[in-house]
């Protein structure tokens, strides 16, 4: 029987409690006149999920499965989907939009009411059967996008999400582009700083800033990220956050032709305001997307004698997400993937996974394999 992964609610408080993952067996779904069934391959982790075990996330579900990244094929469609479109999509691989509610305005969701929009996964504002670890998903034809085919199933798993919320917090926000010819000539030769690059959406940022031409710098509480990270991903490079005075070092690393950063992308928080401020140019761009560190940061006079602009970030529009697949597709970038667990089973080799997120081990995405490609007939 397919199979879907979920919390299971125990007592505790947030932040102390550790929900336990549970699986479940379901009757294969059946798509509505308008759905397709989406056979999934592939699914992965985000910071969030370790957040919804500890009840450290809003209006989360013990009935909805876990996770808002997904791959998979298109094994069914519904009888009033356009002819055309099914055609196109039946056996096709495709990736899963990881979040509802937002269609193309650059400030944000169109519907003021925040419970308008919501990350797939776990999430009580979506309907049933919303996330992506589990063995089949029903979805709306308009929510799916055709996997880049340089990509392999981990690799694909692993981009949605962080791939766009590092679009967003890099060039919509950060540069300020409306598009990737846009962000290509905001980028050119321009000093980018990307923090605590072991995450997911710090390393999208890279790959995606590397590829528009920047020249980026990052920082990690690793050595041996930093310089994976110069290595494999062209960062120019990089500081140990964990060192006191990583704002001076970073700063005998600008080229004397360029000896500011322009932008910093960071998913931490905590003092990058007083930090960055040292080394941004008037009118830099702090664009933050997160904050690890702590749920509240820093705001100096320094910061605004510098006119530094401060700019929040969250996830991205559905079309925001399609101009994000379409870059990765052309500049065939690889998301990079941490590790790989077979099996939506495999429940202790799962726990393995989000250990090595509130560890801060990874470096990119913790992906389960959940059936093989190229197998609609491995129905359940
Ligand atoms: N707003 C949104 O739409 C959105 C979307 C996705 C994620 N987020 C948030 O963004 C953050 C990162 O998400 P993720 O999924 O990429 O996380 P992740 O894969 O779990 O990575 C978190 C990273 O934070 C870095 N870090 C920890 N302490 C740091 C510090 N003091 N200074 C700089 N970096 C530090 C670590 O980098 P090193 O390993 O290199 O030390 C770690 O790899 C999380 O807080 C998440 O909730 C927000």
Redesign the pocket.
């Known amino acids: 029987m397919p199979r879907t992964l979920t919390i299971k609610k125990v007592d505790g408080k947030p932040g102390q409690v550790y929900y336990p993952l549970q699986l479940n067996e379901v009757p294969r779904p059946v798509p509505g006149p308008k759905e397709v069934l989406v056979r999934l391959h592939a699914a992965a ?4 999920d ?2 919804i075990r500890q009840q450290l996330y809003p209006g989360i579900s013990f009935e909805q499965p876990l996770l808002a990244d997904g791959v998979g094929t298109v094994v069914e469609a519904g009888a009033d989907v356009d002819p055309a479109v099914a055609r196109s999509l039946l056996r096709a691989r495709v990736l899963l939009t990881p979040s509802r509610g937002w269609a193309a305005d650059p400030r944000g969701p169109e519907d003021p009411n925040p419970a308008s929009f919501s ?1 797939v996964g776990g999430s009580a504002l979506l309907p049933p059967g919303s996330g992506t670890a589990q063995d089949y998903a029903l979805l709306d034809p308009a929510e799916l996008e055709p996997a880049p085919p340089h990509l392999t199933a981990a690799e694909a798993a692993a981009l949605p ?2 791939g ?2 590092a679009w ?2 890099l060039v919509t926000k950060g540069l300020g582009a409306p598009d990737a010819d846009a962000a290509a000539a905001a980028a050119d030769g321009i000093n980018v700083l990307v ?10 940022a890279l790959q995606f800033a590397v590829a528009l031409g920047a020249r980026v710098f ?5 050595p041996a ?2 310089e994976r990270a110069r290595r494999e991903l062209g960062a120019a490079g990089g500081v ?3 060192d006191a005075a990583w704002d001076k070092q970073l700063a005998a690393q600008l080229p004397a032709s360029r000896p500011y950063l322009d932008l910093v992308i ?5 003092d ?1 305001v007083s930090r960055a401020v040292r080394l941004l140019r008037p009118g830099g761009v702090i664009s933050v ?5 702590a749920p509240k940061m820093d705001w100096t006079m320094q910061a605004v004698l510098r006119n530094v602009d401060l700019r ?5 529009s559905r079309a925001e997400f399609r101009a994000m697949v379409d870059f990765v597709r052309r500049h065939t970038i690889h998301p990079i993937v941490s590790r790989v667990v077979r099996g939506l089973d495999d429940i202790a080799a799962i726990d393995g996974l989000f250990e090595d ?1 509130r560890a ?7 992906v389960i394999e959940i059936s093989p490609e190229g197998e609609d007939s491995a129905k359940l």
Do not use: E, P
């Open positions: 982790l985000n910071h969030r370790l957040f990350v999400l962080v766009l919320t967003r917090a923090t605590g690059i072991g995450g997911g959406v710090a390393l999208s990052v920082t990690s509480g690793d990220k930093l140990s956050y964990r960071d998913g931490a928080g905590g990058v997307y997160g904050m690890t560190v929040g970030s969250t996830m991205g997120i801060g081990r990874q470096f990119g995405k913790l």
